[in-house]
């Protein structure tokens, strides 16, 4: 198993280096080969799952802080108490496997060269190595390594604002990155240690620091994540990103956010989470809000589904912020979920910018009438990105309510309830963007555009449409191995 | 089959289907294809009604937690479970009847449709959600059903593709139910996580403090209001008849609006708890009996006449569990079922056979068509609550319970009784003048189907059809649904005289006292009016008498403008308000940090290259500012 976890790292990087030094015509099926391998590497550590934290063993709650499925853990530069260590949980494997299917069907999908496929897998390398580590500074390093090929992909293939809308992104994370490295540096500095499995549950940070930690950290990933007001930076970044770019930036990136604000924020400073869930959680819903909102005006397809990826991210965040099992379970869930959607919306979106060479929603019309499969898909993703329950975007957002409601008084109960408004106003604009899409008659662009769905779109979209359902269906896919490691991250008793 | 496999299955089999249907290449006129979708359609009604009746024969007596974990969400467990009892085996084998109906009269009826195989898919889809919300022991599985439902009616009032209205009826009724789900929610959301459980078992049983139960019931009721088309969220319905016929009589008749009354009915024992929220209740079923009524009186187009009494009659179940007899509901329900489905798929054979929806337009029908006529009269009857059709017990059974309840002694207030009374009392009459009025334009008189200036210009809902020469009964397919339809909606209420039956909902004795009288009085006032007006003014709309009142009625009281200046429009001004912000604000501050950084950096970039003189002045204030903070370091 230790092998294996290196493996998942160094596969795509190998491919990186084969594929970049392949002649372009080569390069998709090189690539699209070596994520495979990723993608099944990736699905493997479920093979090494404990039943360690079974019902007999501990009685939940008292058990080691973490007691990872597989782990590696190697000195790295033993005089900055660094070390190599990596493992896999129940909290961080659905995210594994869903790096490892969406890079796969990137790559599957990609039509742009081999410059493209190998970025790709380097930002592959990047986001498995964030979800694996469990030695904060380790994380920090792999949260960065993310930024500058995801700044080249949107810079090199982009819309014609690409060149700004890149800059924005890096400059915007990179600060992001700066609050995180100081974060790191606090608790590592104040622990001793920047083992994770050590931290979690954080008895040795005092409460001040533990404070200022969260804070430092909270801001970092609300950035990335992200949490309005800190969002702006992601609307620009998706409507100019190529196809695969969107899909990888909003179905795994932005989960880097909520992922580290689990793993390391609550993990590591769980008082400091508490004290600051107040704010969290009231950020978050006005992202729900106002993410709905603005959509409502939005008159570019991926400018408005980047706008909605907004308000699902505030979902999560709010999940996050009730602090409770079920509200971290909604939030894993939603994470989830808003990748698969998400990805395949924007894979929708992409095809349908290219087919009809505009991307406004004024252009854009009676999209069934011409090409009804298209239409169709659409309207799926539509649909389950509304959270329409039997499909993965309900789990979360229904969830992510009752969490709050269960935190209980007028503050969280108001959060809960104009949650619960914003899941409607949810559903206006994905209803306001299908009637301009799909109903009506096929404006000239559509008329135009090619209707047939190719061999590889159904290939990159067929996975995501399924994923959709199972976890709509039975979202214990996801959430099956976590209630006895967030027990002990969030330190409660069942 | 064990009960254990047959609760689940009922749900699943349409369920399944429906989601086959949907990867089905769609129809496109391929004789095969919608022969295959068609034959998967009608089988998974026809399964879901075999298991239905299996249940009801045989139903469950206490809801277990059984089935299988679909997640744990801390320790609150979500299973798919089912618990069929008597009333959820007659409720299911209400839908599952008038599903397998639907789906064999739109094989006829939409002959012609390149979009039928998706149709098909989404009518099984949609019975599925409605029985998953029937049977389901869990709350969430209960919600999920819901919204399913939601987002059905919207694909499939959307279906017509040539009617310019029919995407905004879609989406108005998606939203609008959504707006009420909001509060449904929220509610159960209170339910369960003061209960600490998903399980209906254990929220029934679970002893709520009066505050959070009220408050709970009370948002829970908001849901009901937009899936079962109460006062204020009643709105869409109307609209919806943008859908096709078969739609519509799904729609009305067995799923979606029956929902909302029946989770009322499924979370009753909690609901006899709260005065407040029957109070509630009851102030929304009679303002919601006399909107519909009223609203339809003036409507021309036949659809909408039927639309409206859909909303009245839902206000009379309501109506009946604000009154504390869950029983009269339910009796009402399912006779409701049978006359409005048969209705529908009666107005759709006239559709079909004359090309236009509006009345207007019909007139002298009843000699061509006698067997929709005869479908009308009986379900007209029984909606009018005429003896002994169906709709006259179920009517009287409310009415008696309210009655009853006045005298106090119920959950809800007295007052409250005597408000749903008196609106059910006074609707009776009204109903019977625009049903007689509805039967009297259709099918007697003469002919209007030419205007005066030759034949109607095609511009109808539901016209696909090229108008035959001369108007004339449905085909086979589309008959002997009706047929077959007409003999519940004319008998199921003497199944009140059945004791199987009767225990099975708890229904009280039927007795017919003199009660009956004052109800019968103004049936026959309604409808001898209307039969007067029509006879005093031949050929003219009876309608006209209501004068200027007529375009308020047949505007629905005008409530979608009210909706549109109190909802849609702050919404829209709020969106357009928050974007400003967002561009112009949050945006702005961040475009200004990297513009500043931008001048900043030039600054300092020219300081570098100040001449000599300035350049030693700056060094010297340099090292100045580095001396002063040294200092004060070492003070500190």
């Not at chain 1, 974060?183 to 083992?195: C, F, Q, R």
């Not at chain 1, 994540?225 to 190529?242: F, K, N, Q, V």
Request: charged residues 10%; glycine residues 10%.
């Amino acid at each position: 198993m230790n092998t294996l976890l290196i493996a998942l790292l160094a596969v795509p990087a190998l491919g990186a280096v084969v594929v970049a030094l392949l002649p372009d015509r080569r390069a998709r099926l090189v690539s699209t080969g070596f994520a495979a391998v990723t993608f099944v590497l990736s699905a493997l550590p479920i093979l090494a799952r404990t039943d360690e934290y079974s019902w007999f063993a501990y009685g939940p709650g008292d058990g080691p802080p973490m007691l990872p499925w597989a782990e590696v853990d190697l000195p790295w530069v033993p005089a900055l108490g660094l070390e190599f260590h990596l493992g896999v949980d129940g909290i961080s494997y659905p995210l594994i496997v869903l790096t490892g299917l969406l890079t796969l069907l990137c790559c599957a999908y990609n039509r742009k060269g081999r410059a493209l496929a190998a970025l790709l897998l380097v930002l592959e390398i990047g986001v498995l190595g964030t979800f694996l580590a469990l030695d904060l500074i380790l994380f920090f390093l792999f949260f960065e390594v993310v930024l500058l090929p995801m700044y080249a992909v949107i810079a090199g293939w982009g819309g014609p604002n690409r060149r700004a809308a890149a800059r924005k992104f890096v400059l915007y994370t990179l600060a992001g990155s700066v609050l995180l490295l100081l974060g790191v540096l606090l608790v590592v500095t104040s622990a001793g240690t920047g083992d994770l499995v050590t931290l979690t549950g954080a008895a040795e940070l005092s409460k001040d620091t533990q404070h200022v930690a969260f804070v430092l950290l909270a801001l970092a990933f609300a950035v990335k994540a992200p949490l309005w007001p800190l969002h702006t930076w992601l609307p620009d970044a998706h409507t100019e990103a190529p196809t695969v770019g969107s899909v990888i930036l909003a179905g795994v990136l932005l989960k880097m956010g909520t992922y580290g604000m689990i793993r390391v924020g609550v993990g590591a400073a769980p008082e400091g989470a508490g004290w600051a869930s107040p704010v969290l959680g009231g950020l978050a819903v006005v992202a729900i809000v106002a993410g709905a909102l603005i959509c409502l005006r939005q008159t570019e397809l991926k400018r408005l589904i980047a706008y909605s990826s907004v308000g699902h991210m505030g979902f999560v965040l709010l999940g996050i912020a009730t602090m409770s099992i079920t509200g971290v379970q909604a939030a894993l869930v939603g994470n989830v979920a808003h990748g698969l959607i998400t990805g395949l919306l924007f894979f929708l979106a992409g095809t349908i910018k290219d087919r009809t060479g505009t991307g406004s929603l004024d252009l854009i019309g009676g999209l069934r009438e011409t090409a009804p499969r298209l239409a169709g898909l659409l309207g799926f993703a539509a649909i389950a990105s509304l959270g329409l329950p039997g499909l993965a975007g309900f789990w979360g957002e229904a969830f992510a309510v009752i969490a709050a409601v269960q935190r209980g008084g007028p503050f969280w109960l108001t959060l809960a309830a104009v949650a619960a408004v914003g899941g409607a106003l949810t559903a206006a604009y994905f209803l306001r963007l299908l009637r301009r899409v799909t109903h009506g008659p096929a404006t000239p662009a559509v008329a135009a555009a090619s209707p047939a769905v190719t061999r590889i779109e159904w290939l990159a979209w067929t996975p995501l449409i399924l994923l959709t359902l199972a976890v709509g269906v039975v979202p214990a896919l996801v959430l099956n191995d976590t209630v006895e490691p967030l027990a002990n991250l969030l330190g409660v008793k069942l | 089959m064990s009960i254990d496999v047959a609760g689940p299955l009922l749900p699943l089999v349409p369920l399944i289907v429906g989601l086959i249907g949907l990867v089905l290449p769609p129809g496109d006129g391929d004789r095969a294809r919608r022969r295959l979708a068609a034959g998967l359609g009608v089988a998974g009604a026809a399964v879901a009604l075999l298991l239905a009746v299996r249940l009801v024969l045989d139903p469950a007596d206490d809801p277990r937690n059984v089935g299988f974990t679909l997640a744990d969400f801390g320790y609150l467990e979500v299973r798919f479970g089912t618990f069929v009892d008597a009333a959820a085996g007659y409720v299911a084998l209400a839908v599952t009847v008038v599903a397998l109906f639907v789906q064999i009269y739109s094989i006829a009826y939409l002959h012609d449709d390149r979009r039928y195989a998706p149709y098909v898919a989404q009518v099984s889809l949609f019975t599925g959600a409605m029985l998953l919300v029937v049977t389901s022991s869990d709350l969430i599985l209960m919600l999920l059903g819901w919204e399913v439902m939601g987002a059905c009616s919207y694909l499939l009032i959307g279906h017509d593709r040539r009617l310019p209205e029919a995407p905004a009826a879609a989406v108005k009724a998606f939203l609008v139910t959504r707006v009420g789900d909001v509060g449904f929610l929220l509610g159960i959301a209170v339910l369960i996580a003061d209960a600490e459980s998903t399980h209906l078992g254990d929220v029934l049983t679970h002893d709520y403090s009066p505050g959070t139960l009220t408050a709970a019931l009370l948002l829970i009721l908001a849901g009901v209001a937009g899936k079962s088309a109460q006062f204020p969220l009643h709105t869409w319905l109307p609209d919806a008849m943008a859908g096709p016929t078969p739609i519509s009589a799904l729609i009305h008749a067995a799923t979606m609006v029956a929902a909302g009354v029946y989770v009322v009915f499924r979370l009753y024992p909690l609901y006899r708890q709260s005065p407040a929220a029957l109070a509630t209740l009851a102030v929304m079923a009679a303002i919601t009996i006399l909107i519909g009524a009223l609203s339809a009186t003036a409507q021309d187009d036949l659809k909408r006449v039927l639309a409206w009494s859909t909303v009245s009659q839902i206000g009379y179940m309501t109506g009946a569990l604000a009154v504390g007899s869950p029983a009269a509901a339910l009796f009402h329900l399912l006779t409701h079922a049978a006359f409005k489905a048969l209705l529908f798929l009666a107005a759709g054979a006239v559709i079909h056979a004359v090309g236009t929806n509006l009345m207007s337009r019909m007139g002298g029908l009843r000699t061509h068509m006698p067997v929709t006529f005869w479908s009308f009269v009986i379900g007209l009857g029984a909606l009018a609550g005429l003896p002994p059709l169906s709709g006259f017990w179920s009517k009287e059974n409310v009415l008696t319970a309210a009655a009853h309840a006045t005298g106090g002694g119920e959950t809800a207030p007295a007052w409250a009784a005597w408000v749903v009374w008196l609106a059910a009392l006074l609707s009776v009459g009204i109903t019977a003048w625009y049903a007689t009025r509805l039967l009297l334009r259709t099918f007697f008189g003469v002919s209007r189907a030419y205007g005066p200036d030759g034949p109607w210009v095609v511009g109808f809902q539901d016209g696909r059809y090229r108008t035959p020469a001369v108007p004339h009964d449905p085909p086979a397919l589309m008959r002997w649904p009706l047929i077959l339809l007409a003999i519940p909606a004319a008998l199921l209420g003497l199944a009140a005289f059945a004791p199987g039956f009767r225990t099975a909902l708890e229904l009280e004795d039927p007795h017919l006292g003199v009660a009956v009288a004052l109800p019968m009085l103004l049936l026959a006032a309604g409808a001898g009016t209307a039969w007067w007006l029509w006879r005093a003014a031949p050929g003219a709309d009876p309608a006209l008498v209501l004068g200027r009142a007529e375009p308020f009625l047949a505007a629905g009281f005008r409530l979608d403008e009210v909706q549109d200046r109190f909802v849609v429009r702050p919404v829209t001004t709020l969106a357009r308000v928050v974007t400003a912000f967002d561009t112009n604000d949050v945006d702005a501050v961040v475009m200004a940090t990297g513009t500043g950084a931008s001048r900043a950096g030039a600054a300092l970039k020219a300081a570098h290259r100040l001449p000599l003189p300035a350049a030693a002045v700056a060094v010297c204030a340099a090292a100045l500012l580095l001396g002063a903070v040294a200092w004060l370091g070492a003070l500190a």
